[in-house]
Structures are given as structure tokens and as C-alpha cells.
């Protein structure tokens, strides 16, 4: 059993090495929209700890105000997080590497997605996170009307927001294993440990990349009628959350 397990991190670390490779994640405005966020309620002179940093852009704007580190489990990933400025380290995410009540701020940001066991992942970063602590969360929207309507029509399941098409054609499956929705989040949070203080449905105001970018027209009339707060379940192709341990 303890051969197997070995052999099944050894492909996901292979995987996950190929994936950054091949260019991760998705370049566009949500990335420039979620450092914004996370800078809005980190603040400065804080201990942050990015859960799944890849190349460390997102969180790297902490860095200089704020003590940052880093755990992801592909190399090429962390050795650029560390150009960065994070103090990034090798980790399956499954053990987190330091004591209790270590850090001020917890960072998940479109990870949760990817991982086998997010409940563990999330119960390690609450013992992590000190008691006054905050946990920043970015999930993608699996039931946003766009996936709604492909199923529809087609039977297959497309999520927005991952990029298994762009990496390779030949790639059948998306590295997302794990789906959420507004309330799955809520309650996946709600059962390790969080209280969620912060919801925040979120559409990108254009997309970049092809085949979606044909619907940039409609992007802009969804934000015109101000859809995404109206209806998150529908209009968002991801939810941005900051939560805290329930005392």
C-alpha cells in the first residue's frame, strides 16, 4: 500500500511538472483581479503561506509588505516562485511543513480544484493558520451557465477555467478533479473549521484565450446588467472567499 501511494504522488508530481512546462495557468485579467483582492485583505507585516503557489505571480504581490512562503509540489514551479521573492518549498500539499498557528494568512487560490483530498488540505491549513488568522480562497464556478449549456447540448463537461485543451489536444481530461459550486464551497469551508465573511461572485471582464473569446461581446452586457451578483451560480466562472476559523 505504501508503494502504491508512493507511485501515485510520484505521477502527480510528473504530471504537475508537465503542466507548468506546457505554461499553467490561464494568463488574463482574473489573475491581475485576484492579486488585487488578496492585497485588499492581507494588508502588510504579515507571515502568508500560498497552498499550491505554482510560479508564485499571484501572491507574489505580497512580497516586500509581507513575509511570504510558498509549497507546491511541482520543482519548476517552485524554483520560479522563488525568483519571486517567496520562500517556496517541494510539498504534496497533504502535510503541511509547519508547526501550528504558524501563519497570519492562508492562501488556497485555485487549487482546491486540483487536489484528491481538499478536506485535508483545508484542515492542515486551519492548523497552520493562527487563531485570528485568515484563509483566502479562489475556486472556479463548475456551474456556470456556459457549462451549464455545453452539458446541455453536448453531454460533455466543460469547465471554463481549466486549460487541458491548451496544454495538449490529445489531453482528454481536465487537471480539475474536484467541482464547486457557490454552496459546496461554502460548505466544504464550513466543515473544516471556516466561517466564510467574505463571498464574492466573479465573471473576468474579457476572456483571452480561444474558443471563448467570441463571446467578449456578451461578457460585456452580463457586466452591464450586473448579472454576476445577481445570479453567482449562473454568470461567475469563479468565487473569491476569505473566511476564518470558527472560535
Not at 506546457?22 to 503561506?49: C, N, S, T, Y
Not at 499550491?52 to 519548476?76: K, M, P, Q, T
Request: charged fraction near 25%; aromatic fraction near 12%.
Amino acid at each position: 500500500m505504501k508503494l502504491h501511494a508512493w507511485g501515485e504522488r510520484n505521477r502527480q508530481k510528473e504530471y504537475y511538472e508537465d503542466y507548468w512546462e506546457r505554461g499553467g495557468v490561464i494568463q488574463g485579467p482574473q489573475l491581475e483581479d485576484k492579486r488585487a483582492f488578496i492585497k485588499e485583505h492581507v494588508g502588510r507585516g504579515k507571515k502568508v503561506l500560498d497552498v499550491g503557489c505554482g510560479d508564485g505571480y499571484v501572491s507574489s504581490i505580497l512580497v516586500g509588505d509581507n513575509e511570504v512562503f510558498g509549497l507546491d509540489i511541482a520543482e519548476s514551479a517552485i524554483e520560479e516562485a522563488r525568483r519571486r521573492g517567496i520562500k517556496a518549498v517541494v510539498s504534496n500539499l497533504e502535510s503541511i511543513p509547519f508547526p501550528d498557528k504558524s501563519f497570519d494568512v492562508i492562501l488556497a487560490l485555485d487549487i482546491l480544484e486540483h487536489l484528491f483530498d481538499p478536506i485535508r488540505v483545508l484542515r492542515e491549513a486551519g492548523r497552520v493558520l493562527k487563531d485570528d488568522g485568515i484563509l483566502l480562497v479562489s475556486v472556479p464556478n463548475a456551474a456556470n451557465i456556459y457549462s451549464r449549456i455545453i452539458f446541455l447540448l453536448t453531454g460533455e463537461l466543460m469547465d471554463a477555467a481549466e486549460i487541458s485543451e491548451r496544454r495538449t489536444p490529445e489531453f482528454l481530461f481536465s487537471e480539475h478533479i474536484r467541482f464547486f459550486s457557490a454552496n459546496k464551497i461554502r460548505k466544504v469551508l464550513q466543515l473544516t473549521g471556516f466561517k466564510t465573511t467574505t463571498f464574492r461572485p466573479y465573471l473576468q471582464p474579457y476572456f483571452v484565450n480561444p474558443p471563448y473569446t467570441r463571446f467578449n461581446w456578451l461578457l460585456r452586457v452580463v457586466h452591464l446588467l450586473k448579472l454576476p451578483k445577481v445570479f453567482p451560480s449562473l454568470f461567475s466562472t469563479w468565487f473569491l472567499l476569505c473566511a476564518k476559523k470558527y472560535s
